[in-house]
């Protein structure tokens, strides 16, 4: 059975930082792309950042670009995410999320949420102000 777990999220002042992790278990995905998603009370969820699979390619949104940075250990097949000068508007359940396929392309990305398959439950970050 495939799980992905996050942990690391929590309450935190604004211009704190946090660093969110996401364990892999039940197959491995060091070939796959990788993400992590938010999700704020009453919005859709929306991309944070991903990251291929070789880590030689990764995207943010706009909203965080300069302050979070993804990163990934295929030897302990997890997914990172740092976040630095934290903001009261990047208040949301975080989630994890890994594709299912295995790609050639070490550089291959995707930053569109229906093209992940597998989903953690999610960490509630909350920054305060």
């Known amino acids: 059975q495939v799980q992905l777990v996050e942990s690391g999220g929590g309450l935190v002042q604004a211009g704190g930082s946090r660093r969110l992790s996401c364990a892999a278990s039940?197959?491995?995905?060091?070939?796959?792309?990788m993400g992590w998603f938010r999700q704020a009370p009453g919005k859709e969820r929306t991309i944070v950042a991903a990251?291929?699979?070789?880590?030689?390619?990764?995207y943010y949104a706009d909203s965080v670009k300069g302050r979070f940075t993804i990163s990934r250990d295929n030897a302990e097949n997890t997914v990172y995410l740092q976040m630095n000068s934290l903001k009261p508007e990047d208040t949301a359940v975080y989630y994890c999320a890994a594709d299912r396929e295995a790609y050639y392309n070490g550089l291959y990305i995707t930053y569109d949420l229906d093209e992940y398959d597998f989903w953690g439950q999610g960490t509630q970050v909350t920054v305060s102000s």
């Open positions: 990251i291929s699979w070789n880590g030689g390619n990764t």
């Open positions: 039940g197959r491995t995905f060091s070939r796959s792309a």
